[in-house]
């Protein structure tokens, strides 16, 4: 029943760009079996650092421009401090279907909370979570999201958001895949994360989901630290609390980090432009039109979702994580596209 | 005559938050003879890693502390991972008196912008700059300092104003010691930094001056990649600009890095507590709370303007970098205080 209710969405609701930002994806916590991995990949690395691809065009192109920026004699060498390698999340390092994952943890979190919200019972939007009913929901429209998305994001501290998080992960399944979310990362991802670290590039995130999301969870399963997870926000405010200070999350949108926001977050954040962006969707496109335009030899990577059988396989149509613009200027413009299902040996961890 | 303008500021004109979180201090490109100093203290630290400082309680503080959480043997450890180090930058890392010098650089460049914009001549608060009139632009009070600003701080790219930046700092001089400005950094302060980085500490400027003018010449001079430089920003546009992408630098205020915005700050950038805070005014007196709450053993360091001979002596009723109330909780939470006149054998570095 939860199910079916979490499949309907995918087809009655339009997720806008406001709101989706919020909506990522969920990991289970399964960080030591993933950082083994990560371990065995680093060994392996002598002998090939991508052994999860095919040997294809878009892996030979990732170890040429690797090997040429990184060579002190060539003439596209780039100094270690510009190696910065920004990658979208959601549907680039892990799945993004049937919806951004985020939402499940707002749906979630709207039923675990309604025991003290008795009036939700028939009060919309959250009426129609509690009764499952899509067909209302998707009548409630892009305010109706925003206004779940603020009940279940804001109004507690920092750190009680973050334990929240984690506690939730430990048991969230994915829907359709019934298998924890910790299954469903792409692991030839994580082995060109640690292919790019292995080569001194500073891997980040920059992704259109909420920061403190997944700074809760990500950050071992991809070996990537807080500082360096970039995504939305909601509004804070700082309060000194008689001498035991915490930050306070407000129900309002400080910053959507998607389309033109990547890469003024870029900026604002970081200081300079990336020299590799991989991204696979047209919210990704202004990222790496930014990363083309470094006086450095760039790279710029689209992961195309292609396999119906072991993952999803969409783009110009698809409502989540749509690639239209984005596949016309990679095509045009010579950049490294990635075939899901003919690049990849396996798609997920194997355990 | 230019000299007298500028040190006239200082009386009249009383800065408030808004406005002054654009003015930092300017840096020569020295860096070479900087590094070079650096590399020197770097061999140096087995002996001494603070030979600048004198055997005082502030200098046995920072060494007792950076030992303690560094021994994995010690209940403080702390894990490479948290160990967070935030520094204001004016007045902390170098000076700020008689006025933040991001505010010469205002005055100068409306000066220079001057010639092609001959209604200056009779339009406030540009006619008070042009004629040296401190009378006038005190009168012109916060809303025309934020004008003049605007006025130099936007309107161009992020690259040009970089540049800019950059051409400035080769000529610009401190009006009253008459050097360049990288002749006003804190020796000791850089013999700290280096002294935590050789530590596994990662240190970020965290300051209320604008974010670009700080990037566009402090990373050598500190040793603080970009990344790592956290200040007050204006507001900014994307513009794919027919395949040659610009960002764009607007007229209004996009994020205040001072006070209560500082933890905001480090929360939306850093996404963790620091373990190590270092400011000298009231304005960080916020970041030290957050970081005085850490779970970690943290440490908490004012520098108090006390050298009125080598540097300025200033604290309660400065106008500029006023420590009262931060004063006050130091002295109360045993925070470590830097005696400036007795605590540093130098101020400055020797060349």
Redesign the interface.
Same mark, same amino acid.
């Given at each position: 029943m939860v199910t079916d209710f979490k499949l309907v969405i995918m087809k009655q609701i339009k997720y806008t760009i406001l709101v989706s930002i919020f909506f990522s994806f969920i990991f289970m916590s399964c960080e030591t079996s993933i950082k083994e991995k990560q371990d065995t990949n680093a060994i392996t690395t002598e002998l090939d650092p991508l052994p999860s691809w095919n040997e294809v065009t878009s892996k030979s192109n990732i170890i040429a421009y690797v090997s040429g920026v990184t060579n002190s004699e060539s003439e596209n060498f780039i100094p270690i401090?510009d190696l910065?390698a920004t990658f979208d999340n959601d549907g680039n390092l892990w799945s993004e279907q049937p919806a951004y994952f985020q939402l499940f943890f707002v749906i979630d979190k709207i039923k675990s909370m309604a025991e003290t919200h008795p009036e939700w019972k028939t009060e919309q939007p959250f009426k129609a979570v509690l009764e499952n009913d899509m067909a209302e929901l998707g009548k409630q429209g892009q305010r109706g999201l925003l206004q779940l998305v603020m009940t279940t994001h804001a109004g507690n501290t920092?750190e009680e958001f973050k334990s929240e998080i984690q506690e939730w992960v430990k048991t969230a399944k994915h829907p359709t895949k019934n298998v924890t979310y910790d299954k469903l990362v792409f692991q030839p991802m994580l082995e060109l994360l640690q292919y790019l670290r292995d080569n001194d590039f =500073?891997t980040y995130v920059v992704s259109g989901g909420g920061? +403190?999301f997944m700074?809760a969870f990500v950050t071992e399963i991809y070996g990537i $630290? &807080?500082?360096q997870?970039i995504g939305s926000?909601i509004k804070? &405010?700082?309060d000194?609390n008689n001498g035991? $200070?915490v930050?306070r999350r407000l129900p309002g949108l +400080?910053f959507i980090d998607d389309k033109?926001g990547k $890469?003024?977050n870029i900026? =604002?954040?970081?200081? =300079?432009k990336p020299v590799f962006s991989s991204g696979n969707s047209d919210g990704d496109l202004?990222m790496m039109?930014?990363t083309a335009?470094n006086k450095h030899k760039s790279f710029m990577l689209y992961v195309h979702h292609t396999d119906s059988i072991r993952e999803w396989a969409y783009d110009r149509d698809s409502h989540i994580g749509r690639l239209d613009k984005g596949l016309d200027q990679a095509l045009n413009d010579g950049w490294t596209v990635i075939d899901m299902k003919n690049d990849w040996k396996v798609i997920y961890p194997s355990r």
């Amino acid at each position: 029943m939860v199910t079916d209710f979490k499949l309907v969405i995918m087809k009655q609701i339009k997720y806008t760009i406001l709101v989706s930002i919020f909506f990522s994806f969920i990991f289970m916590s399964c960080e030591t079996s993933i950082k083994e991995k990560q371990d065995t990949n680093a060994i392996t690395t002598e002998l090939d650092p991508l052994p999860s691809w095919n040997e294809v065009t878009s892996k030979s192109n990732i170890i040429a421009y690797v090997s040429g920026v990184t060579n002190s004699e060539s003439e596209n060498f780039i100094p270690i401090k510009d190696l910065i390698a920004t990658f979208d999340n959601d549907g680039n390092l892990w799945s993004e279907q049937p919806a951004y994952f985020q939402l499940f943890f707002v749906i979630d979190k709207i039923k675990s909370m309604a025991e003290t919200h008795p009036e939700w019972k028939t009060e919309q939007p959250f009426k129609a979570v509690l009764e499952n009913d899509m067909a209302e929901l998707g009548k409630q429209g892009q305010r109706g999201l925003l206004q779940l998305v603020m009940t279940t994001h804001a109004g507690n501290t920092t750190e009680e958001f973050k334990s929240e998080i984690q506690e939730w992960v430990k048991t969230a399944k994915h829907p359709t895949k019934n298998v924890t979310y910790d299954k469903l990362v792409f692991q030839p991802m994580l082995e060109l994360l640690q292919y790019l670290r292995d080569n001194d590039f =500073k891997t980040y995130v920059v992704s259109g989901g909420g920061v +403190d999301f997944m700074r809760a969870f990500v950050t071992e399963i991809y070996g990537i $630290p &807080e500082e360096q997870i970039i995504g939305s926000r909601i509004k804070t &405010e700082f309060d000194y609390n008689n001498g035991n $200070p915490v930050i306070r999350r407000l129900p309002g949108l +400080d910053f959507i980090d998607d389309k033109e926001g990547k $890469p003024l977050n870029i900026q =604002k954040i970081i200081g =300079k432009k990336p020299v590799f962006s991989s991204g696979n969707s047209d919210g990704d496109l202004q990222m790496m039109q930014w990363t083309a335009s470094n006086k450095h030899k760039s790279f710029m990577l689209y992961v195309h979702h292609t396999d119906s059988i072991r993952e999803w396989a969409y783009d110009r149509d698809s409502h989540i994580g749509r690639l239209d613009k984005g596949l016309d200027q990679a095509l045009n413009d010579g950049w490294t596209v990635i075939d899901m299902k003919n690049d990849w040996k396996v798609i997920y961890p194997s355990r």
